[in-house]
């Protein structure tokens, strides 16, 4: 049972450099979404998807940008990243998109470090 | 602004009993969520109340009270492994999920 897949695990990365984050699921959600974990602070919303073929802004969405192909996959990219941008990368899906009640099913993080 | 408080950390011993609360202002509410993270590990989901009262769930319990906007996420007969923290979400009105900063729970033993 695979559930979400998020790669890599963890990465250092130089400042400016571009940079991608790979998440998928096998679990046929409808949604998807990016959060990032900072401690001190509550998980904070950067993109999310409802459906495939559909994305939106989050609460933190400058400096990413994602798309959403397909079902099971949803990318996020940074063009050039900077040392602010250093955190947990959190993906998650749910059957429904945002506008009803689902569960959020995690994956287990990218630990995201610019220098 | 949207406001999710809970305690930063909390220490309970083994077998007794800890009440995690949440306190929280948005705007509209479409229910209230409860995470439970493992250091190093992702979130997962414990329960979600709309309504007020108490939703048991075996040995953890989640209580609502909109009118004071106010949650407690109760354990009981606590165990070594329930040393995590614990995150409180709440749905508003648009259906964004507004997180707090979550509760670390150390268990003693």
């Known amino acids: 049972i695979a559930g979400i897949t998020q790669a890599p695990t963890s990465q250092i990365l130089a400042a400016g450099r571009r940079m991608t984050l790979r998440c998928t699921q096998d679990m046929r959600h409808n949604a998807m979404y990016w959060y990032r974990q900072d401690l001190g602070l509550g998980l904070r919303l950067i993109h999310y998807?409802?459906?495939?073929?559909?994305?939106g802004k989050g609460e933190v969405p400058d400096g990413y940008s994602v798309s959403r192909a397909n079902t099971d996959d949803f990318p996020l990219t940074l063009a050039s990243a900077v040392p602010s941008q250093t955190s947990v990368y959190f993906c998650?899906?749910?059957?429904?998109?945002?506008?009803?009640?689902?569960?959020?099913?995690f994956g287990e993080g990218s630990r995201l470090t610019v220098l | 602004g949207q406001n999710i408080d809970q305690p930063t950390e909390m220490t309970a011993t083994e077998g007794a009993i800890v009440q995690i609360n949440c306190t929280y202002q948005t705007s509209g509410f479409n229910g209230l969520f409860w995470y439970q993270q493992h250091a190093g590990e992702a979130p997962t989901f414990l329960s979600y109340n709309v309504l007020d009262g108490l939703e048991e769930k075996g040995r953890f319990s989640s209580f609502l009270s909109r009118s004071k906007g106010y949650s407690y996420l109760l354990l009981k007969e606590l165990q070594m492994k329930d040393s995590a923290s614990y995150l409180c979400?709440?749905?508003?009105?648009?259906?964004?999920?507004?997180w707090g900063a979550g509760t670390k729970l150390i268990i003693k033993p």
């Open positions: 979400a709440v749905l508003d009105s648009n259906y964004q999920l507004i």
């Open positions: 998650a899906s749910s059957p429904r998109g945002q506008g009803s009640y689902g569960e959020l099913f």
């Open positions: 998807s409802n459906t495939a073929g559909t994305t």
